[in-house]
């Protein structure tokens, strides 16, 4: 091949990539764009404060998917945190151990697991052996879903902690678990919560555990043992409902959830930025 | 940092350590060490039970049919037969098809990033694509629903029927009601889209800078550099990316509920609606009254598990092997 043909070749695979880039970055743009032209339409004060209409009318809010949304996170991080914290500083300490190496082995499997996999696991394991579907089973599912999530930031992030800073910690005789607690986890907790908040994110717009645990209710409900509402639970059944007005609902839905999505992610990011922003040298 | 080390110095001064509460910090390490081994315990047990639990609930439906539930055709719950057969097929094909629309994509972003674009795109375009992961499934559902489906059903399907004379073809012959195994793989491919990306970049990446030069020195192009230094040793760690994406499009659940059509049929037209594991079990779970429809149902669900291990296990071990070297 000559040389000019080969240099106009690479020019053209070049090119490809940049038309991969492009074409790649569209469908968010179109999704935001939709979400954005549809869902604003409708987004008035009314729809956070007010209960949903009856099946077929207009108006409406979703207050109780809100709220339902917020419990059933709140539920899921009291799982996920302490045990992923937890998992992670083991992870971290005891880096070389079989035990460890299994662990972290099985949360990224445990990650890849499809949610609906969760999903009727915890019907099967908190569902039916207890008689009827609960904010605090679907709570519980989210949270298995946030343990491997938060157990691998936490270690990455307190490999990050400087070795001297445990061994200064130890020297003065701190006593093991107290240099963990009060000296490492302290030191990486920014990194940490930036994991924690990253994995909310991602929970909070899961609904297919929640199709079998959680299961939706129409009426205000803030009992954990009773079925709750959720933002995506919602925004599903509107979707595919038959009227016009649950389908403004539906899409209004959606941008309150990627709103809260993007705010949580958001705000993990600035976290990160303050972490090495703050130290200074 | 400063704060924890104005904590340990402000302590130390007044930390006098007696005999006995050496001995209490002992007891403190050991208490410690056993709390934070069992929460790392918790998550192989946590396995171990969704496995078991749900094998046991799949028990009685493949005991009954044994591994004709995997070949079996018939999903038909009135008349009490269950074959698993349509949404293994509708899994594979929409999975298929997601992946080759998305590995391209997906490659040639990367490569966009990690080796082509100016200093000042990459931060903007990686954080585009990785927003797309960040998009609820049943945001995309609806998206799928409403935009997707609808552009579907007028100018594409017409477009490739009749204007690129496809409709011949058994892929796309029979009508387009826009619900199809198409829509369900065009909204996976772009969900799976900033997995792969995202696994791909970071072992593009991970090939050292020498590897680049060498081939530059050699008088190599651009895309020869690429195609011949980079990607050959950053290869596993792609195809790793893209079974992690194969493993994501076979247990993606709401949007592919919201647009396959769920019909359990196999059909060869693109066009026609199906199942998918996943979606089969979101559509019939809370409507299954009768004990073979639930067993058959989590037998399914048993299905999927083990597929997505496996599918996940060896996407961990081929980017493993390449990135290990890296950190």
Redesign the interface.
């Known amino acids: 091949m000559s040389r000019r043909s ?2 106009a ?2 020019n053209v ?2 090119g ?6 492009i ?3 569209l ?5 935001i764009f ?2 954005l032209r ?1 869902g604003a339409a409708y987004l008035r004060p009314g729809f956070f404060t007010d209960m949903p209409n009856p099946v077929g009318e207009t108006g409406g809010g979703m207050a109780n998917a809100i709220v339902g949304t917020l419990i059933l996170i709140g539920t899921a991080s009291l799982l996920g945190l ?2 992923g ?3 992670g ?3 971290a ?1 005891k880096r070389g151990s079989l ?2 190496t ?2 972290r ?6 990650n ?7 999903g ?2 915890a ?3 908190l569902v039916r052996p207890f008689g009827g579907f609960s904010a605090l089973a679907g709570g519980m599912a989210l949270g ?1 879903m946030m ?2 999530l938060v ?1 691998r930031t936490t270690e990455e992030m307190i490999r990050l902690v400087p070795v001297s ?1 445990r061994e ?2 130890l020297a ?7 240099t ?4 490492v986890l ?2 990486a907790l920014p990194g940490i919560v930036t994991g924690a908040l990253l994995a909310l ?2 929970i ?5 555990p929640l ?2 645990t959680a ?1 939706g209710n129409q009426f205000w409900s803030t009992s954990l043992r009773e079925p709750i509402a959720a933002l ?1 639970l919602q ?2 059944t509107y ?2 409902s038959p009227y016009e007005s649950a ?1 403004a609902l ?2 209004a839905g ?1 941008l309150v ?2 709103l809260i ?2 705010i949580i ?1 958001l705000v993990a990011r600035y976290a990160t930025r303050g972490r090495y922003a703050g ?1 200074g040298d | 940092m400063t704060e924890a080390a104005a904590h340990l110095s402000g302590n130390s001064a007044t930390d006098s350590r007696s005999a006995r509460s050496f001995v209490t910090s002992a007891r403190g390490d050991r208490v410690f060490d056993i709390l934070i081994t069992a929460f790392a315990a918790s998550i192989p047990v946590l396995l171990v039970i969704i496995a078991i639990s749900i094998g046991l609930a799949a028990w009685p439906a493949l005991s009954r049919s044994g591994l004709s539930f995997l070949t079996e055709s018939t999903w038909d719950v009135a008349a009490g037969k269950f074959g698993a057969a349509p949404a293994i097929y509708g899994t594979v094909v929409s999975s298929a098809l997601a992946l080759i629309i998305a590995t391209p994509l997906a490659l040639g972003v990367s490569i966009f990033l990690s080796e082509i674009a100016p200093k000042w795109l990459r931060q903007p375009v990686g954080f585009l694509v990785d927003l797309l992961a960040a998009i609820p499934s049943v945001v995309y559902g609806l998206w799928g629903i409403f935009v997707l489906i609808p552009l579907l059903r007028d100018p594409v399907g017409p477009f490739l029927r009749d204007t690129l004379k496809l409709g011949a073809t058994p892929l796309f012959s029979g009508p387009n009601y826009g619900y199809s195994m198409l829509a369900a793989g065009l909204i996976l491919a772009i969900m799976i889209l900033p997995f792969i990306s995202a696994v791909t970049r970071e072992v593009l990446l991970a090939v050292p800078q020498s590897q680049r030069d060498a081939a530059l020195a050699l008088g190599a192009t651009r895309w020869e550099m690429i195609r011949d230094a980079v990607i050959p040793y950053a290869r596993s760690g792609i195809i790793g990316g893209i079974i992690l994406g194969l493993g994501r499009a076979l247990g993606e659940t709401m949007a592919v509920t919201m647009l396959i059509g769920n019909r359990p049929e196999i059909a060869s037209s693109l066009f026609a609606p199906g199942y998918t594991m996943a979606s089969l079990i979101a559509n019939e779970f809370t409507e299954a009254t009768s004990d073979a429809h639930l067993s058959a149902l989590m037998a399914v669900g048993a299905v999927l598990f083990a597929v997505t291990l496996i599918v996940n296990a060896l996407a961990r071990w081929l980017v493993w092997r390449v990135t290990r070297g890296s950190r």
């Not at chain 1, 963990?180 to 000296?183: A, G, T």
């Open positions: 080969r240099h070749r690479s695979m070049m490809m990539t940049y038309i991969a880039a074409v790649a970055t469908p968010l743009l179109f999704i939709h979400l549809q302490p045990v914290v937890g998992a500083l083991y992870l300490d035990l460890a299994v662990v082995f099985l949360s990224d499997v445990l890849g697991l499809p949610s609906i996999v969760l009727i696991f019907w099967e394991f298995a343990i491997p157990t800073l200064a910690a003065l005789g701190y006593t093991r678990w107290r963990s607690v009060s000296v302290r030191t994110a991602r909070a717009g899961e609904t297919a199709l079998f299961l995506p925004i599903f979707a595919i389908h539906a899409w959606a959830l990627i999505v993007l992610s130290t």
